[in-house]
């Protein structure tokens, strides 16, 4: 009697586990995506912001934002980071910062002989659609 009682435990659970999992499935499906890569700087110092997110015209349902960069000697460029600095529903709005400079990089720190510092500004929306200031 005790294992028929686990192996009804056992059913149940799986079959919600299974429930779930199917049901995202369907959702994930549903779902459209888009991604922004935007371009700072030259051939010999640059950076690229990326945000994606995953949206069906109403909500966005997940984002995420990342930065790489480059370059060539005697330029320096260093990613501050991306960071979310609004949600809702709908809309999301992302911040990159970088730093684009000419210099030599010693292990105390970078000697510039310029420096410029940049901040982009990345929103996206629910139906798809962005914008870039």
Not at 62 to 78: E, H, K, L, M, T
């Amino acid at each position: 009697m005790n294992k028929i009682k686990k192996t009804k435990r056992l059913l149940v659970v799986f079959s919600a586990v299974f429930s779930i999992l199917f049901g995202v499935l369907i959702s994930d499906a549903s779902a459209a995506s888009n991604r922004i890569t935007f371009y700072r700087g030259s051939s010999l110092a640059w950076s690229k912001d990326f945000v994606e997110w995953y949206y069906n015209g109403s909500s966005i349902s997940s984002s995420s934002a990342w930065q790489s960069a480059g370059w060539i000697f005697p330029n320096i460029v260093r990613t501050n980071g991306i960071t979310k600095y609004y949600t809702s529903t709908s809309l999301r709005k992302y911040r990159g910062s970088k730093t684009i400079s000419a210099g030599v990089p010693t292990p105390w720190g970078d000697v510039n002989l310029y420096s410029s510092d940049f901040i982009d500004y990345f929103a996206i929306k629910a139906n798809g659609s962005y914008s870039i200031n």
